[in-house]
């Protein structure tokens, strides 16, 4: 079964950049996806097919991915972006196909 | 704009049954690939299971933990896509999503979850 791990929490200064993580092995051959999800929401979508964002996500979002490493990276942050994010990505070889980080909670100071 | 209204949730028994419904919006159902994804009170989130198009047969997929009690299917003429959930245990309380899929590998729309109480 695919691991995929994240840090169980970020905290960074407004205007500043935040960048979390998702490690797994060999991760770079994959494509690595991003949701945002804030208390009491359902997530959104923010980050796809590793660094493509869909419409009305800010250009602050950006995703890399190399390596055993993903990264979401979200530049300028702002309160509004105090959520949790969780990365995700499909494995064939996996007893759960879509298979999910265990989300890090993004704490603006 | 493409909506997704899940209904269905509620309190039961452990052993008992429950069906999810899922109805949407705002694109062509028919088209795409649809998924329930849930998230245990406090916990992150776990993909439960995963129905094709008819293009693409219509089969499904299933988590390990839900194979066999759970089973997903769609009616396209509705809109509407249904968690079967049979045989629920008290680990199996969540909020439930439905959600789209686009290209078979992410869920690019969401539902506003409906929770799922299995409790006796």
Redesign the interface.
């Known amino acids: 079964s695919y691991v995929l791990t994240q840090p169980p929490s970020v905290s960074v200064a407004p205007g500043k950049t935040a960048r979390i993580t998702c490690g797994g092995n060999n991760i770079g051959s994959k494509s690595v996806h991003w949701y945002q999800q804030k208390p009491g929401q359902a997530p959104v979508l923010v980050i796809y097919y590793d660094s493509d964002r869909p419409s009305g996500i800010p250009e602050r979002f950006s995703g890399s991915n190399s390596g055993n490493t993903a990264t979401l990276t979200i530049s300028r942050v702002e309160a509004g972006d105090e959520a949790d994010y969780y990365c995700q990505v499909w494995d064939s070889s996996s007893d759960h196909n879509w298979v999910f980080g265990g989300g890090t909670k993004l704490t603006v100071l | 704009e493409v909506q997704l209204v899940e209904s269905g949730g509620g309190l039961v028994q452990p052993g008992r049954s429950l069906r999810l419904s899922c109805t949407a919006s705002g694109f062509t159902f028919g088209d795409y690939a649809m ?1 329930w ?1 849930r998230q245990a009170p406090g916990k ?4 439960v299971g ?1 129905i094709r198009s008819k293009a693409y047969g219509g089969t499904t ?1 299933y ?3 839900v194979k066999g009690r759970f089973t997903i299917s769609r009616d396209d003429s509705k809109s509407i896509a249904y968690l079967q959930m049979n045989s629920l245990k008290t680990e199996d309380t969540a909020v439930y ?1 439905c959600t789209r899929v ?1 290209r ?10 409906t929770l799922v109480t299995v409790s006796s």
Request: zero cysteines; glycine letters at 18%.
């Open positions: 998924s994804v992150g989130l776990e993909w995963f997929e988590a390990a933990s999503y686009d078979g590998y992410y869920f690019d729309y969401w539902g506003q979850g």
